[in-house]
């Protein structure tokens, strides 16, 4: 079975799009989620205007503020204090990776958690840690939803996730062990330190991955009738493709696919998941921050 994220993602914005047609209606001001761009990076640059695009789709209002490469940390830290105070905003992302001279750990923890809808600042690791609300980040999220929307059992099964960013591989070992539904897995997080990791993912009744390594997933490391999550997504050379590469995930998966119970594809997987994922979170701030109620105007 194919995992089809796109299609999901697709009703997912749609039913965002009537809910805030709804409740605009009447003049209310629809959610506002801000980006923020450092510098023009390729990648940086696609997936914020992804994130725009389907901003718009949502019926949201959207804006990327874009920063020179060598701004300095101290105006950046300046910008999201203003940011956080603007009654305006209700969502907030600062697009990773940064430049090195920034500490992405330090903008991070600036973001109000209440704005972070990437939910990454401590506070919403924290929640999320312990089982109770909080923003989710959104590609782990959008596995969840996926796990969920297919059916797929988790109850008493074996996860095994490789990586363990803070993005993704950490988090979504935590959603897969929380004693929820879908949840309550035996979870097991490898890393690229991991001796023998095929012992590991052989093992797996669930295989996530998202290490940024094309391929690196091979069959004899899946085993038959495996649900398999593969995050990864990198782009390789392709002289025969219009745009010079190709995307490629980080499992085999030609070589993988026939031999899985379930499988994303990369592209159309985890990918636009994530970005539907963050528009449900920009909902949920909006909502949380009384935006419906208080039908705020520019006189305040």
């Known amino acids: 079975m194919i995992l089809d994220g796109r299609k999901i993602s697709e009703q997912i914005i749609a039913d965002l799009a009537v809910r805030v047609a709804a409740m605009t209606a009447d003049g209310t001001r629809p959610p506002h989620l801000v980006a ?81 809808v990437d939910g990454f600042h401590p506070t919403n690791v924290g929640r999320l840690s312990i089982g109770v609300p909080g923003f989710v980040g959104a590609t782990p999220k959008g596995i969840m939803t996926l796990i969920e929307h297919y059916g797929i059992a ?19 070992a935590t959603l897969l062990s929380l004693k929820a ?24 009744d669930i295989l996530v991955t998202a290490v940024g390594n094309p391929g690196f997933i091979t069959a004899d490391m899946v085993k038959p009738g495996a649900v398999v999550f593969d995050v990864g997504i990198t782009r390789v050379p392709d002289p025969t493709s219009r745009t010079g590469y190709r995307l490629r995930g980080d499992v085999d998966y030609d070589a993988v696919e026939p031999m899985c119970a379930a499988i994303t594809p990369v592209p159309g997987g985890v990918g636009p998941m994530t970005i539907a994922t963050l528009m449900q979170n920009t909902l949920q701030a909006y909502l949380r921050r009384g935006a ?9």
């Open 36 to 116: 923020v761009l450092v510098g023009n990076e390729g990648a940086s640059e696609t997936y914020v205007a992804a994130k725009m695009r389907a901003c718009e789709r949502c019926g949201f209002t959207s804006t990327t503020l874009r920063l020179d490469v060598d701004v300095t940390e101290e105006h950046l830290l300046q910008l999201i204090e203003s940011l956080n105070s603007d009654t305006a905003v209700d969502g907030l992302i600062v697009q990773l990776p940064l430049p090195p001279h920034i500490d992405e750990h330090h903008v991070i923890a600036a973001i109000d958690p209440d704005k972070d």
């Open 154 to 172: 988790t109850d008493g099964h074996h996860a095994v996730v490789v990586g363990r960013s803070n993005i993704v591989g950490r988090p979504v």
């Open 181 to 204: 539904a879908p949840g309550n897995c035996t979870v097991t997080l490898c890393h690229s330190g991991t001796p023998d990791l095929a012992r590991f993912t052989r093992e797996a």
């Open 292 to 300: 419906v109620e208080c039908n705020e105007t520019p006189d305040g």
